[in-house]
């Protein structure tokens, strides 16, 4: 991340200097030989990362200094309207290509997020939770701090698909998503895994205080389903002193755990420690 801001800043930067060096070049040709696709760079490279407003600025940067390189080499007075002229469809050219950079830079973050977000309810989906949970599993193997992993399942949720319809399934499914959503800290990760089952992420967290979090968050989906539909939260929880080698081994181990919770009764919670 740190790396990728950097990048980005290091194009900003040097996009100056990049304009300065084929001005000075540009003056050293015949003035009929145009290099604007030589600044069409450093402006292309800036619309995509700092957007149109850094583009356009670029742009011009760029047009003053191409028509500053063109009069240096000719009689200002007999060009200058020409390439005022010249410059104005410079301009309308490298607007327009910063619009459409712009535009695609942003379909593509789009698309980005999309194929990380669960469609229906908005949380992460399966995909986000591991590479997440792996960039949390080697923080939390750095630092030596704990890290907790509960796996929520949805007692009753196929009586509500078969006796209520799969928009109201549906439905269900968003408001508790929203609801986990609300209640984990901007530290945590909620996500849905799939199908009604969901999983909430807990770095930091030691097991007491990993253990009163969950409990608030089932509490908190029991309170949004209450009178309105007829299910109740499975909930398997393991706090990791050391994590583990791998996010699926964290991953089936809660899930093995809320099965437990489903057998013997359902509608609990079911956490322990791992050294």
């Not at 907790?148 to 508790?176: C, S, W």
């Not at 029991?222 to 699926?248: C, E, K, M, N, Q």
């Amino acid at each position: 991340m740190k790396a990728g801001i950097l990048l980005r800043y290091v194009i900003l930067a040097g996009s100056f200097p990049v304009i300065a060096l084929i001005c000075w070049a540009d003056a050293q040709f015949d003035p009929q030989v145009s290099l604007s696709l030589l600044y069409l760079i450093p402006v292309a490279l800036v619309a995509w990362f700092f957007g149109r407003i850094a583009g356009i600025g670029i742009g011009f940067t760029a047009i003053v200094s191409e028509a500053y390189a063109t009069l240096s080499v000719v009689n200002p007075q007999a060009y200058m309207s020409i390439e005022l002229w010249n410059s104005f469809g410079r301009m309308a050219f490298y607007a327009l290509i910063v619009i459409l950079l712009n535009y695609i830079a942003t379909l593509l973050e789009k698309e980005r997020l999309s194929a990380r977000k669960d469609y229906l309810t908005g949380l992460n989906n399966s995909r986000s939770f591991y590479e997440l949970a792996e960039i949390e599993i080697d923080r939390s193997r750095r630092s030596k701090l704990p890290i907790t992993i509960a796996y929520f399942d949805v007692d009753g949720f196929k009586q509500v698909n078969d006796r209520m319809g799969h928009p109201e399934g549906d439905r269900l499914l968003k408001a508790i998503a929203s609801a986990l959503g609300a209640c984990v800290r901007r530290i945590d990760m909620a996500a849905r895994l799939g199908g009604d089952e969901f999983a909430v992420l807990l770095p930091l967290d030691d097991f007491p205080a990993a253990q009163a979090a969950i409990a608030r968050i089932r509490e908190r989906l029991l309170d949004t389903v209450r009178g309105t539909w007829p299910v109740t939260f499975s909930v398997g929880a393991i706090t990791y002193a050391a994590p583990p080698s791998t996010v699926s081994e964290m991953v089936t181990a809660a899930d093995e755990l809320m099965y437990g919770v489903k057998k013997s009764g359902k509608n609990d919670i079911r956490h322990i420690t791992k050294d």
